[in-house]
């Protein structure tokens, strides 16, 4: 067996947040708690984002309440989109990494945060120092990293400049985002390889939106690239609302799995667990 690992990243908030239907409160905390016992690097598990924005995660706080974090290494991210927000998590002792989804859209931008790129990136740093305020750390998704629906202006060289931004403004961890499933190997393995090579200090993650018969390539691409880091969700569910109208669903976890025994890596996951939280999660997701 390799002695090479992948770290995990399994995001239920990221799928729960374009469902309509309101998933109950008992359920969230139901399906959250049989994800912490699979044994994931970090849950993606809820957004301090304004009610209106995103309703179905308006109960993070009280899901965060009663969620059982005594027995679980898992580490929990949430997703903020403005300092109030951030304020909020960060006061949080269970949550280790707050995230911000910063695009290289303008357009993205200003529907997914209602903030233009510039306020965005001065928000970057507001983030940056109340991360380390509270002992947290910053986790930066590049959204729209692999492609722009709406017509502007987009290339690998864009998304390379604003990475290299985010790093000279501190940034360790970057995530860069397939939001609309628009990635291809040539270009996962054209800016992971060239940012890990420049960038060996820095982590880079891979947030990948798939369709069924292009999961493999993608993750592969990745992988070769220097890739450790991946975003998955249980059946692929999920892709983000406020991109287009046309979900392209998640990385599905079990794929990522599957990825992981193909090449001997390991897998310091309990399968067991992971097995009685994809049966929950087909009970949370209508």
Known sequence: MNTESLKLIECPRDAMQGIHQFIPTDQKVLYLQSLLRVGFDTLDFGSYVSAPAIPQLRDTDEVLDRLDLSETKTKLLAIIANRQGAETAAKRTEISYLGYPFSVSEIFQKRNTNKTIAESIALVTELL???????????????????????EEWSLELVEKYCEQMIGMGVEILSLSDTIGTSNPASITHLFSGLIQTFPDVEFGAHLHTTPDTWHEKVLAAYNAGCRRFDGAIKGFGGCPMATNELTGNMPTEKLLTF???????????????????????????
Do not use: R, W
């Open 129 to 151: 120092e109340i991360c380390e305020t509270h002992n947290k750390q910053l986790v930066v998704y590049i959204s729209m990293g692999f492609g722009n629906p709406y017509g």
């Open 260 to 286: 992981m025994q193909e090449k001997k890596l390991k897998n310091n996951l309990d399968l067991l667990a992971f097995e009685s939280a994809y049966n929950e999660a087909l009970k949370t997701f209508p």
